[in-house]
Structure formats: C-alpha cells, structure tokens
C-alpha cells in the first residue's frame, strides 16, 4: 500500500535533508519532484495541481526558508496538505434509525458482497447485531456467497425470493423491524459497466430502503476509472461516502488521494486483504502519516487490541514479569501474530524499523517453522524445554519437518529470552546505548 509513492517521496526529503538552509530553488526542485511523484501515482491531475499550489505557496514563505530544520518544515507542509485533500478528520458512520440501513453499490468485481460481509462484522465487533440483506441477483452464485461468509462471522443473511432485489429489500425491512437486528447491510447489485437499467433499480431500493448511508465500493487498483464512475453514481444516488477496496493490491494510492476532492465525499472504510477482518476506518492524518513513511502506530495499537485476546495477553505479560514464560505461552504469542498478519504489522510501521532487504514471506515461513517445531514437541517438553536432550530433537525435528539446528536455534533463543525476563524481575535491564 502507497510503496510507489513512499518510495518517490522519500528521495525528494532525502535531496533536501543536510542542506542547513533552503534556498527557492531548492524548494522549486523537491516541489516539482512531489508533483510527478503524486502524478506517477495515478493521482487525478485535477488534485494534484491544487496540492502543489498550496505547498508551494507555504513552502516558499519565510517560516521555511529561515528555519533552522527546513526539511522538517518542509515535510510538515506536504503532510498537513496530504491530509487536507483527504479530507481532514475520520468520517464515522452515521446511523439514526432503527434497524439503520446501509445501502452498498458500485460496479462488478469492486468486491461488493465481501466488503458487506467485512462491514457486518466490523459493525458486531462494534456491539451492533447486524442482518446482511442479499439484494444482488444478477450476478451468479452472489447470494451464495454472502450465505457462505454471513455464516463464517455468523451473522444472519436475509435472502428472500432470491429472485427479485426490490422484493427482498422490501421483506428484509419488515423482517429486521420485526426482530432484534440494529443495522441492515445491504448488498445490491453491480454491473460491468453503469447503464441506465442498473441505476433505475438502485434510485427505486434506496426509496424503499431510505437508508442512512449509501456507501459505493470502489477498486482501488482502478484507478481513475473508479473516480469517473464514483462521479456518475454520486450523481444519481447522492452517496454518503466510499470504501474503497483492494488497497492491497494498489501501490500508488491514486484513488485514496483523489476521490474526496473530487466528489466532496469522504472515504469511510478502506479494505486490505481477503479475510472478513480486513477493513480499516479511515483516518486521513494515519494515512498520510503512512504515505510518508511515518508508520500508523495507532492504527496497530487498535489492531492489536481488536484480533489479540485481551486475557490471553495480559496472562503471558503477567508470565513474562515473573519469568515464568513457557514455549506453550510462546506458541501462542506465534498463533497472535500470524493471525493480524505480519505483513500487516510492518506495513504500520515507520520507515526506520523497517529496511529494504526485509523479506516478509521469510519471516512467515520462520513462524510456521516455530509453530511446527513446538506442535512436534510434547506438553512437558513446552513447559520443561531443558529435558529436551539429542533423541528427543531428533524426534521433534521429524516431526515438524526440519532439522536439529532448527531445534537448537528455537531453544537458544527461548534461553535469552528467559536471562532478559530474569533481569527484568531484578530491575537490573541496563539502558541501551544510544538510547
């Protein structure tokens, strides 16, 4: 996510950085520099000239120019104007009504049903009891799919005749006002391209629905595709803003940085992965803070809150301070970790913790090797790991499919880590140098 743009931009700082004062055409060049990076990263050139008029202006001003950090300054300017055209501040949803609908549309293949499975969970996870309505009939096997993933976050899907969408969301009020549900998702559907046909049947559902949002899902690797079409829909349906999905999959972040200047709607959800879990609310500062290669640390805080179990971690922290920490606590801590995704731990953070030659599919592969290797051992092997002598390594390796020096590194490591715990019960962890 945004790796082109990162890239581009951390050598335009970089031209500037150690240079103790800037001149004006210093700040010409790394301004020129920033507008063919956002234009090289299918930013709408629309956007892009507005930005750059902005930070020139400021950049060019005294506070810049006279300052003893200007590349601080500098980057500050291209931050505070990245987020301004994002939109300033997160846009939560809006939900008045009881059972408060949420209208989904868009095009096919923006990965609509998926992402009103992902909203309906991000809404249970929220304490809200939501009822998924399976309103798209046109595209095969689409009600069966939402059936199969309203069952994996179990969440009740309202199907109807399965036939005729404008029937369904009419039964599917009734039967939500008549039961316990809070929120109704639904699912409508999408088309290869925008005709008029479509748009008709959506203007006629959101009559009936009156929903308090309508939400278009756009593809983020689209591009400026997905911003002509968001203007068309708006148009028609008038919608409360976008979730914009695959961001995964896009390594420029166009679509992200264009959609709200253009239309005046914000971006309410973005959508990073395949799993139900994989929808992020959007906050413009966190983006920009990633675009610059800042990190999002909170965002990674509330990640690890959200799919961590809280009495599991306190557990192995409270272990940990007594040293009394185990291989069956470190497998878990494993199992935690592979499920947030570490691609997505280290996409969050900034760029000084990271470094080039990083390998994340390594890194993946070392942790199923750890699950592997403590899976093969047995419970008194995890709790006791000092009786694990030559046989039982070798059993252990065969087990897991690796080697004996796989074994001998996993137990080194779990023995420093259990000489730091012991230190840090005595209080005598020195401080690290340069620290």
């Not at 990263?41 to 001003?61: H, P, Q, R, W």
């Not at 316990?180 to 088309?191: E, I, K, L």
């Not at 080194?412 to 401080?431: E, N």
């Amino acid at each position: 996510m945004f790796e082109v743009l990162q890239e581009k931009l951390s050598k335009v700082f970089k031209s500037i950085t150690g240079r103790g004062r800037l001149t004006e055409k210093n700040i010409s060049d790394a301004v020129r520099q920033v507008k063919l990076s956002l234009l090289e990263a299918d930013v709408n050139y629309k956007v892009v000239k507005s930005f750059i008029d902005e930070v020139k202006k400021e950049a060019l001003g005294e506070e810049v120019l006279k300052s003893f950090t200007p590349e601080q300054q500098f980057i500050k300017i291209i931050r505070d104007k990245l987020v301004q055209i994002m939109g300033e501040k997160a846009e939560p949803l809006h939900l008045k009504k009881r059972p408060s609908p949420i209208m989904l549309v868009g095009l096919q293949g923006s990965g609509k049903t998926t992402t009103a499975a992902k909203l309906a969970n991000f809404l249970k996870k929220k304490g809200k009891n939501p009822l998924l309505v399976a309103a798209d009939t046109y595209r095969p096997a689409a009600i069966d799919q939402l059936e199969k993933l309203g069952k994996m976050i179990d969440v009740e899907v309202f199907t109807g005749d399965r036939k005729n969408p404008v029937k369904i969301v009419e039964e599917a009020i009734k039967y939500a006002k008549d039961s316990v549900f809070d929120v109704m998702v639904v699912d409508t559907a999408g088309r290869l391209h925008i005709d008029d046909h479509m748009m008709d049947e959506l203007v006629q559902i959101k009559k009936i629905l009156e929903p308090d949002e309508v939400l278009l899902v756009v593809d983020a690797m689209t591009g400026q595709d997905a911003i002509n079409s968001a203007k068309v829909f708006d148009e028609k349906l008038d919608i409360t803003g976008f979730i914009v999905t695959k961001m995964d999959g896009d390594a420029r972040g166009g679509v992200i940085l264009s959609i709200r200047y253009i239309t005046g709607k914000p971006v309410k959800f973005i959508g990073a992965g395949e799993k139900v879990d994989a929808l992020e609310e959007f906050y413009p500062d966190r983006v920009a803070s990633r675009i610059l290669g800042m990190g999002d640390v909170l965002s990674l805080i509330e990640k690890i809150e959200q799919d961590m179990d809280r009495e599991k971690m306190e557990k192995a922290a409270k272990k940990f301070m007594q040293a009394e920490f185990t291989l069956e606590d470190f497998l878990e801590q494993v199992k935690q970790i592979k499920k947030m995704g570490i691609d997505k731990i280290i996409e969050m953070l900034p760029a000084q913790f990271k470094t080039p030659d990083m390998d994340l599919a390594a890194s993946e592969k070392e942790l199923k090797k750890i699950e592997a290797i403590i899976n093969s051992m047995t419970p008194e092997e995890r709790r006791k790991p000092h009786i694990i002598d030559y046989s039982r390594k070798k059993r252990i390796a065969k087990g897991s499919g690796t080697k004996v020096q796989d074994i001998n590194k996993l137990l080194r490591s779990y023995d420093d880590m259990k000489k730091l715990m012991k230190r840090m019960k005595r209080g005598r962890i020195p401080f690290i140098k340069g620290f």
